[in-house]
């Protein structure tokens, strides 16, 4: 779970992210939206406490993704949507296995990222 300020907007762009990994439209329930795969379920929306939503410092979401070109459409789909990049589509040499991920910063300064690993050799 994530915080945003403006629920409609949130569901706005992580349809579009999440949509470009093969994850369904989410499920907007008061003032938070939900998502749910068969990896696991992610929601964004107002805080509970009612104060003003914010970023964790140091804090990323990671969503897993099917392959190369998902993590491509990802990011391209977050940038489209009033997203900003946090590293384009690439290898990550510093991560397990043969990495290769994108991350984005959502339109509330939400750091979010989309990985899948490669056949050897790739």
């Not at 509330?108 to 990222?113: A, H, L, S, T």
Request: with cysteine.
């Amino acid at each position: 779970m994530v915080g945003a300020d403006e629920p409609e907007k949130a569901k706005q762009f992580y349809d579009a992210v999440l949509g470009a990994l093969g994850i369904g439209e989410g499920n907007a329930l008061g003032e938070r939206v939900y998502y749910v795969s068969a990896t696991g379920a992610f929601g964004v929306g107002k805080p509970a406490d009612g104060k003003p939503a914010c970023h964790a410092n140091g804090g990323t979401v990671s969503f897993a993704a099917s392959g190369k070109d998902a993590v491509d459409a990802f990011h391209a789909a977050g940038l489209a949507h009033g997203g900003s990049d946090e590293g384009g589509p690439g290898k990550r040499p510093n991560a397990p296995g043969n990495a290769y991920g994108a991350y984005l910063r959502d339109p509330f300064g939400n750091k979010i990222c989309a990985f899948t690993q490669l056949p050897e050799g790739e």
